[in-house]
């Protein structure tokens, strides 16, 4: 039955990528994303989980990978920072239900010698295991990092190393407080890395959890391209919608003021607001027929009264004073026509400003109803089935912050 969920689940991911359909620009400009996620979307295929280990300098990363291997693979060195860049390596362990671990090793994060260190965040946050190694009490840099990767939705577990230094008493005084400096809502395992101890409880997550959480990366990993994507696309439609809006208002403006006649006013500027929602429909990918234009149209205008009471009570009255002053020019040699002008213009300028209210109204209605034909990989994740409550806690800190951080109604018009 797992291996069947983790097919299913590639499957569903593989599809999603495929019907992406990115411009030669999104491939370029997202390049090094892309190449990640197809890397995960490898992984996952492969059934081979990414275990990560992060911590500072001389907390011995290295030297705890070693003892999951039983042997002496990862360099490591009596000066702290022996490791300089990332290195992986196989692991294999007895029963294991995924084909393949990869254990991945890095420098300490206040390492300063370090070239990149957000390049060395981003490697280990893409594991889908995190092994926090600790040497003593856990100071506030550590917490604003084991945060990070909380708000990321990771799972972490933290490795208590270089236990010898310590006494007993002193080693239960350290998880407590290690322990009270953690989320409360988060039962995050505290690891004593002492003999096997440690490797039987590493082999017993994968076992138990390993398909989840390499499934779970996986969409992660896609939720994140896809938002970024979509934060791209929506702010060159952004631009493209204040142009078109632009254009209609300077139209609309300049056929309201010159025109005398009300009925043709008045349905005119009804076709350009129907002309206008249907070039912002464009826009956001949606093929609208007039029909659809017009009901959007008629939503918004009931919707929003001041809208409509601009585009027919205003234009209309506007409109009556303006056919009275030229009926009355004859008989007042002209001097009724003075207040024309000014009148032509404030009717203008009510246009300019109903039509921009229109747009970013239809542009935001268009927004809404373009989501609803997305699949967005935040939605797999929803449907996923969590049989371990800490695990589900891990992922709802991740969806609670997307849907935070990821409204877009900043790149509306």
Same mark, same amino acid.
């Given at each position: 039955?797992?291996?069947?969920?983790?097919?299913?689940?590639?499957?569903?991911?593989?599809?999603?990528?495929?019907?992406?359909?990115?411009?030669?620009?999104?491939?370029?400009?997202?390049?090094?994303?892309?190449?990640?996620?197809?890397?995960?979307?490898?992984?996952?295929?492969?059934?081979?989980?990414?275990?990560?280990?992060?911590?500072?300098?001389?907390?011995?990363?290295?030297?705890?990978?070693?003892?999951?291997?039983?042997?002496?693979?990862?360099?490591?060195?009596?000066?702290?920072?022996?490791?300089? #860049?990332?290195?992986?390596? #196989?692991?294999?362990?007895?029963?294991?239900?995924?084909?393949?671990?990869?254990?991945?090793?890095?420098?300490?994060?206040?390492?300063?010698?370090?070239?990149?260190?957000?390049?060395?965040?981003?490697?280990?946050?893409?594991?889908?295991?995190?092994?926090?190694?600790?040497?003593?009490?856990? +100071?506030?840099?550590?917490?604003?990092?084991?945060?990070?990767?909380?708000?990321?939705?990771?799972?972490?577990?933290?490795?208590?190393?270089?236990?010898?230094?310590?006494?007993?008493? #002193?080693?239960?005084?350290?998880?407590?407080?290690?322990?009270?400096?953690?989320?409360?809502?988060? +039962?995050?395992?505290?690891?004593?890395?002492?003999?096997?101890?440690?490797?039987?409880?590493?082999?017993?997550?994968?076992?138990?959890?390993?398909?989840?959480?390499?499934?779970?990366?996986?969409?992660?990993?896609?939720?994140?391209?896809?938002?970024?994507?979509?934060?791209?696309?929506?702010?060159?439609?952004?631009?493209?919608?204040?142009?078109?809006?632009?254009?209609?208002?300077?139209?609309?403006?300049?056929?309201?003021?010159?025109?005398?006649?009300?009925?043709?006013?008045?349905?005119?500027?009804?076709?350009?607001?129907?002309?206008?929602?249907?070039?912002?429909?464009?826009?956001?990918?949606?093929?609208?027929?007039?029909?659809?234009?017009?009901?959007?149209?008629?939503?918004?205008?009931?919707?929003?009264?001041?809208?409509?009471?601009?585009?027919?009570?205003?234009?209309?009255?506007?409109?009556?004073?303006?056919?009275?002053?030229?009926?009355?020019?004859?008989?007042?040699?002209?001097?009724?026509?003075?207040?024309?002008?000014?009148?032509?213009?404030?009717?203008?300028?009510?246009?300019?400003?109903?039509?921009?209210?229109?747009?970013?109204?239809?542009?935001?209605?268009?927004?809404?109803?373009?989501?609803?034909?997305?699949?967005?990989?935040?939605?797999?994740?929803?449907?996923?089935?969590?049989?371990?409550?800490?695990?589900?806690?891990?992922?709802?800190?991740?969806?609670? +912050?997307?849907?935070?951080?990821? +409204?877009?109604?900043?790149?509306?018009?």
């Amino acid at each position: 039955m797992k291996q069947l969920k983790i097919n299913k689940n590639y499957l569903l991911l593989k599809n999603w990528w495929e019907t992406l359909d990115l411009t030669n620009y999104e491939k370029s400009f997202f390049n090094r994303q892309i190449i990640s996620f197809n890397q995960q979307l490898f992984r996952l295929k492969e059934k081979k989980i990414r275990i990560g280990i992060y911590g500072k300098s001389g907390v011995g990363k290295s030297s705890v990978l070693n003892s999951l291997l039983n042997k002496d693979i990862f360099k490591t060195d009596i000066i702290n920072g022996s490791t300089r #860049e990332i290195q992986a390596k #196989e692991w294999t362990i007895k029963d294991q239900t995924l084909k393949s671990i990869e254990l991945l090793d890095s420098p300490g994060f206040d390492f300063c010698d370090i070239k990149f260190p957000d390049k060395i965040y981003s490697h280990i946050n893409h594991s889908d295991l995190i092994l926090f190694v600790v040497a003593g009490d856990i +100071n506030r840099n550590e917490v604003s990092e084991i945060s990070s990767f909380i708000k990321d939705g990771k799972k972490i577990i933290v490795i208590l190393n270089k236990i010898d230094l310590f006494k007993k008493n #002193e080693l239960k005084e350290i998880i407590d407080n290690i322990q009270f400096k953690l989320p409360k809502n988060l +039962n995050i395992p505290i690891i004593i890395n002492h003999e096997n101890n440690l490797k039987n409880y590493i082999a017993k997550i994968i076992n138990q959890h390993g398909e989840i959480l390499l499934t779970l990366n996986s969409l992660q990993l896609a939720d994140k391209l896809f938002l970024q994507i979509k934060g791209q696309r929506l702010k060159r439609r952004q631009k493209l919608a204040q142009s078109t809006i632009g254009k209609f208002s300077t139209i609309k403006a300049s056929a309201v003021a010159l025109n005398p006649f009300i009925f043709f006013d008045v349905a005119g500027s009804f076709a350009l607001d129907t002309a206008l929602i249907s070039e912002l429909g464009k826009i956001y990918g949606l093929n609208l027929k007039g029909e659809s234009t017009r009901k959007i149209f008629k939503n918004i205008s009931i919707n929003n009264l001041f809208l409509g009471f601009t585009q027919v009570g205003v234009n209309t009255s506007f409109n009556l004073i303006r056919k009275v002053i030229l009926l009355t020019a004859p008989f007042t040699n002209g001097f009724s026509l003075l207040p024309y002008g000014p009148i032509a213009i404030i009717q203008a300028a009510i246009a300019v400003h109903s039509t921009k209210i229109l747009g970013k109204l239809a542009a935001k209605e268009l927004f809404i109803r373009s989501k609803v034909s997305l699949i967005e990989p935040s939605i797999m994740i929803k449907n996923i089935t969590f049989n371990e409550p800490e695990i589900y806690k891990h992922i709802n800190i991740y969806l609670l +912050n997307r849907n935070m951080n990821n +409204n877009f109604v900043s790149f509306l018009p």
